[in-house]
């Protein structure tokens, strides 16, 4: 079972399926990406937003 699904986007057109899943299911839907980028109607549906802002110094692509 799932009871928490994360999305790494930002975009607008997820904030209806965020609506859905967390009525139809109870499941939390975190939405991680950064605060300027993303819909703010999506970071209001959101059970909880990340902003990627905070952390994005830890975070290095490889080149592997």
């Avoid at 930002?10 to 819909?39: H, P």
């Avoid at 959101?46 to 110094?57: P, R």
């Amino acid at each position: 079972a799932c009871d928490t699904v994360i999305l790494v986007t930002g975009d607008a057109d997820y904030q209806e399926l965020v609506t859905e899943v967390q009525a139809l299911y109870g499941i939390r839907v975190e939405v991680a990406f950064f605060q300027d980028f993303a819909a703010k109607s999506l970071q209001y549906a959101a059970t909880e937003f990340i902003n990627l802002d905070k952390v994005k110094d830890m975070l290095r692509l490889s080149t592997t």
